[in-house]
């Protein structure tokens, strides 16, 4: 089996990177402290002058809270340039239902990303129940969720997260609740989150980009890197956060690079952007 560093020699882009997404937890951050390199790439991607975004699965904070939480960390990204699992589903639910209601189980990423897109919370009759994290999961508000889509409401989660990390050790996160209102009620819930590609696709129309010009960088195997791949775009998996190098073989998928982390990319955002085109397929390039 090939090493990744002899695949990701392999493997580099010959179309040009015109957008950059990148998650953040494991790719940026672990927990509040900065992963070497992460505010040089964000650097190097604010001087370029391309569209970049970082995509979190973390429904619990709003992209201003997110904001003040990476800059406390010594990275330096704009509120407009963070995109939510909370985002992605208010957004989400807007285009299929405009002016719905919601029985809303979260804390402030949700509810305010929700009221934004025009959404009604109340728990008589909502047209959806809607599933983030939260740290205070009350029994009375996951029964009062089972209750109702009984009654009819449609099951969304933000995200299939089983668990989260904290400093005192795992968390349950929105996919271990998610399972047991499904137990309960034999309703599964729509993920809006990573892996589902349907949040790459709304980051890249936020910032109107294309998939064939973008690239994903993400440290987990089985959320970021086939989400990329899902929606069509370049993957590039850092060994920082979840995924070790000695795994990367063991997916039937893989990135399209791989590095040891954000620090090898900076230098890597002005050469992509001015990638050689690549030949033309059919015939005439073969």
Do not use: C
Request: glycine share 10%.
């Amino acid at each position: 089996m090939a090493s990744p560093e002899r695949e990701r020699d392999a493997a580099a882009p010959r179309r040009e990177v015109l957008t950059w997404l990148t998650d953040m937890d494991g790719v940026l951050v672990h927990e509040e402290v900065p992963i070497p390199g992460a505010q040089e790439f964000i650097e190097a991607l604010q001087r370029s002058g391309l569209g970049f975004m970082v995509l979190t699965n973390n429904s619990i904070y709003t992209p201003r809270d997110l904001r003040a939480r990476l800059l406390g960390s010594g990275i330096d990204v704009p509120e407009s340039a963070i995109w939510t699992s909370a985002l992605a589903t208010a957004q989400f639910l807007h285009d299929q239902r405009p002016g719905g209601s919601a029985y809303v189980v979260g804390e402030t990423g949700l509810t305010t990303a929700m009221h934004d897109a025009g959404y009604v919370m109340t728990d008589r009759d909502p047209d959806y129940v809607v599933l983030g994290e939260t740290r205070t999961y009350s029994f009375e508000a996951i029964t009062r969720a089972i209750r109702l889509i009984d009654g009819g409401a449609r099951f969304i989660a933000t995200n299939p997260d089983p668990s989260g990390p904290s400093q005192d050790g795992k968390l349950p996160a929105t996919g271990a609740v998610a399972s047991l209102i499904t137990t309960a009620t034999g309703r599964a819930p729509y993920y809006v989150g990573k892996p589902n590609s349907l949040m790459m696709r709304s980051a890249l129309n936020r910032i109107d980009a294309h998939s064939e010009t973008t690239v994903m960088v993400g440290d987990r195997m089985d959320t970021d890197i086939i989400a990329g791949l899902e929606a069509g775009l370049r993957t590039v998996l850092v060994t920082s956060g979840s995924t070790p190098p000695e795994q990367v073989g063991t997916f039937p998928y893989r990135p399209t690079v791989v590095h040891e982390s954000v620090a090898d990319l900076v230098d890597l955002v002005e050469q992509w952007a001015h990638a050689d085109p690549e030949p033309p397929r059919g015939p005439a390039g073969q």
